[in-house]
């Protein structure tokens, strides 16, 4: 039987009556949480008031033709990036807390579409041009795009000074709460910024536990003591009947602004999860919107519409590198591979080669040498040193996808959608449980996904397997854009690619 403390016990783990924030070294206290907001407000909106100066700087460019100007004689640098911030600031994206990345591209993308609008009536009183309904179109698309880069960039930034995220205090100490705890550490842009635990004083904790919790983060004591130390932001109860004893327990208030009280299925959707009202309670409304044939034609024609001008536009870099992995190693520029598609339908994947023509012997060869690559080989079906890849030109198109540009091609087919899982070999496939592999057989793969614009190679079976489930389990066009955009910068940096 395992041993339980007293909450007594644990306050060695808080001893000061300050907290100190990960990283930083110094005391929080109750005016930093403000502080925090304000900075990360400030941040915030200086990126989008450059992103938009910037885009209202490249529509008058491409298309030579201001917005305003003629129409009204205003100011398209100095109008622009005001309204785009004001109305920024209403959509909620400089709170400090609150959205996913995700949903911050579909706030972002609608406020955009509101300023368009509002610019569209505005001028039509003063005679819209067709000048300069096209320069407003175009600055309309790159204020999405040129924002939610800018806004990448700066959150990346924060993140890595530790003020990205509300101060969050975890209840519990138990598996759930430290597995919470560890995604929460891991993806810092959910906009949690994980400080500790706090125990409830009328239960005792597991010293096993709360062993492994302290391992993560430290103990900060007891809800009623939290009052007496740093400023908290959120509360994170790891399910609702311990919401429910935390909140009788106490005498007042939970002392935090915000709780969030977490439901754990892996069924559930996460991502765009809507509440109904049920009388006097209230329900989770489930939606399996990627199975839905509306939907899967909405996707297919946002492949079309995407992929017919970018096959165009990369036509000729893939014609540039062909030339060189011939002149690298002479053999076929191409290759089709075979993936397992959708509803278990085998697939022509097309590829440019970036390995050696007698790269599956090289590859046995290699195994059968060094045992340690053969076990990296069957965690992860990737290699770190491959000695199957062209020199110089086959590391640098994997590392930056590049061998991946001709797929355009079997997006075009329908064989494959922009974003999904990505299909796999069917040695790959084998590795994940039944369950999960009718689960990813169910739905169209993709030619970039959100494995890939997170932990890439990076992540084993187990990671992959995850983050497929939660891609297929929340799946809306707002998440294919924004796994599409995030795909650019993933690529530039190859952080994980082999």
């Not at 939610?148 to 990205?164: C, D, H, M, P, T």
Request: glycine share 8%; charged share 15%; proline share 6%.
């Amino acid at each position: 039987m395992a041993t339980t403390l007293p909450t007594s016990d644990l306050k060695s783990a808080a001893a000061s009556p300050l907290v100190t924030l990960r990283g930083s070294g110094r005391p929080l206290r109750r005016t930093d949480a403000l502080a925090r907001c304000l900075g990360v407000a400030l941040a915030l909106v200086s990126a989008d008031a450059a992103a938009a100066a910037m885009a209202v700087a490249g529509g008058m460019l491409l298309t030579r033709q201001s917005i305003f100007a003629d129409a009204a004689g205003i100011s398209d640098v100095i109008v622009l990036p005001i309204l785009a911030c004001a109305i920024f600031a209403l959509s909620g994206l400089y709170g400090g807390y609150g959205p996913s990345p995700a949903e911050r591209l579909r706030l972002r993308t609608y406020s955009v579409l509101a300023l368009a609008l509002s610019s569209l009536v505005f001028l039509s009183g003063y005679g819209l041009t067709a000048g300069s309904a096209m320069s407003l179109t175009v600055t309309t698309l790159l204020l999405v795009t040129l924002g939610f880069y800018a806004e990448v960039a700066v959150r990346g930034f924060l993140i890595r000074k530790g003020v990205w995220g509300a101060r969050t205090v975890i209840v519990g100490t138990d598996a759930c709460a430290t597995g919470l705890a560890t995604t929460l550490l891991a993806q810092p842009e959910l906009g949690f910024n994980p400080i500790g635990f706090l125990v409830d004083g009328a239960r005792r904790t597991d010293a096993t536990q709360a062993g492994q919790a302290v391992a993560l983060l430290p103990i900060l004591g007891a809800i009623e003591e939290v009052q007496n130390r740093s400023s908290v932001e959120v509360a994170i109860f790891c399910s609702s009947a311990d919401f429910a004893a935390s909140d009788m327990a106490q005498t007042g208030p939970l002392p935090f602004p915000r709780v969030v009280v977490a439901q754990q299925s892996q069924d559930l959707q996460s991502l765009w999860m809507q509440t109904r009202l049920l009388g006097s309670t209230f329900g989770f409304e489930i939606r399996r919107d990627l199975y839905r044939p509306r939907n899967l034609g909405l996707k297919r024609l946002a492949d079309l519409v995407l992929t017919w001008p970018l096959i165009v536009l990369i036509a000729p870099v893939v014609a540039l590198l062909a030339l060189l992995i011939k002149w690298a190693d002479p053999g076929p520029a191409f290759y089709v591979q075979q993936r397992v598609g959708r509803n278990g339908r085998p697939i022509g994947v097309l590829k440019l080669r970036s390995m050696y023509v007698d790269a599956e012997q090289r590859l046995k060869d290699h195994l059968a040498a060094d045992p340690q690559a053969e076990r990296e080989w069957l965690r992860f079906f990737k290699l770190r040193h491959d000695p199957r890849i062209l020199p110089w030109i086959g590391h640098f198109i994997r590392r930056a996808s590049l061998d991946e540009l001709p797929q355009f091609w079997n997006v075009i087919r329908g064989e494959l959608s922009l974003v999904g899982p990505r299909p796999f070999p069917s040695y790959h496939t084998d590795g994940f449980d039944r369950r999960f592999q009718a689960l990813r057989r169910s739905v169209p793969p993709g030619l970039t996904g959100l494995w890939q614009v997170s932990s890439r190679s990076d992540g084993d079976l187990a990671v992959q397997q995850s983050q497929d489930t939660f891609y297929i389990r929340n799946w809306s066009i707002w998440l294919d854009f924004y796994i599409l955009l995030a795909t650019v910068p993933a690529m530039i940096a190859g952080s994980g690619a082999r």
